[in-house]
């Protein structure tokens, strides 16, 4: 099994995984690496099909631009998820460590910041799927129904190795209400029940938020990393800026300019910013001309108007303009 002899060291240590799992990805003569994770991670899927929303992480690190040491920390996570299995092995660590089964984080941030594409690139990183946990489809108004459905997802996650992510994690881990009546009793149950299956879960566990004060402190204390996602700074967006256009097809060697004054002067968020290039692509297309500066100026522009901002008179006016002619 030549596949296995040159990179079985990595593969083995990919979470969920049994050694039929490895012999069937060496048979499959994978041509690298690469190949083989695709198929393992595959057969993870199958066995989490009907569990909610599963998805196969294809962002990696070259697509992640960020702060170096906000990479830095999102690096350190995927360390410690690899080295954990073999920490507890030794049957002391495992005594003492018990209720720190596995590696739990919270990201923090505004909307667009990146928080799911870190997700991604760390669970790319580590070779395994990413099972999104349902709000809608866990809670249930009937007594017990949320911590049995609770009990089922990890059930399912641990099985297949998958890193488990809360989406909007306030609505899950909110702060626990003063007993009233028997449903704030029970609302708190299922809260408590959360946090005793993160305890015992030994997989990735990743928690997103947009509103990080109405957790509950009891959360934030006993995970294993809080990670604050700000908006990127000028070096950042122009790297971002760059990086879409050329995901777009668009030649950026007569753009840099107006690339490096839409970075310095458009505070705008990653997800922004990829709006904005997409606008700009579209507007180029619409003409059968290559993208110009005025395109992304508008596409700025529009991204500003979005989110409730000013945008310059002229901008205005060239938008009026091309709502005639199209027209027209």
């Known amino acids: 099994m ?6 079985g060291a990595q593969l083995a ?3 969920g995984l049994s050694l039929g799992d490895l012999v069937e990805a060496s048979n499959s003569a994978p041509r690298n690496g690469v190949e083989a994770g695709d198929f393992l991670r595959a057969k993870a899927r199958a066995r989490m099909k009907g569990a909610g929303r599963i998805i196969d992480p294809r962002f990696d690190w070259d697509d992640f631009v960020a702060k170096p040491e906000l990479i830095e920390k999102l690096e350190r996570i995927v360390f410690e998820a690899r080295m954990w299995p073999a920490l507890i092995e030794n049957p002391e660590t495992d005594r003492l460590f018990a209720g720190m089964a596995g590696i739990s984080v ?5 909307p667009g910041v990146g928080k799911s594409m870190a997700a991604q690139v760390i669970a790319h990183d580590l070779g395994v799927n990413i099972l999104v946990v349902d709000l809608a489809a866990t809670t249930s108004k009937y007594i017990g129904e949320t911590a049995k459905n609770l009990s089922k997802v990890f059930a399912q ?9 809360f989406e909007e994690a306030d609505a899950f881990f909110a702060r626990r209400t003063e007993v009233k009546d028997s449903n704030d009793r029970h609302a708190n149950t299922d809260t408590n029940h959360l946090l005793q299956l993160m305890e015992a879960h030994s997989g990735l566990v990743i928690l997103s938020t947009n509103r990080r004060a109405n957790i509950d402190p009891a ?16 070096v950042e967006r122009k790297r971002l800026w760059t990086l879409m256009l050329a995901a777009l097809g668009v030649d950026t060697t007569t753009l840099s ?3 490096e004054q839409l970075a310095d002067s458009h505070d705008l968020s990653p997800a922004q910013i990829k709006g904005a290039t997409l606008s700009a692509r579209y507007a180029a297309l619409a003409d059968e001309r290559p993208v110009s500066a005025e395109d992304l100026t508008e596409g700025a522009a529009n991204e500003l108007v979005k989110e409730g901002r000013s945008i310059p008179p002229r901008t205005n006016q060239r938008k009026r303009r091309n709502r005639s002619r199209i027209n027209g």
Do not use: D, M, N, W
């Open 13 to 15: 240590t990919t979470p």
């Open 106 to 110: 919270l990201f923090s941030g505004p």
């Open 157 to 165: 996650a641990q099985a297949a190795g998958a890193a488990l992510i």
């Open 257 to 259: 300019e107006i690339i």
């Open 2 to 7: 030549p596949l296995l002899a040159r990179e």
């Open 219 to 234: 959360f934030t204390r006993r995970l294993r990393h809080v990670v604050e996602f700000p908006k990127p700074g000028p």
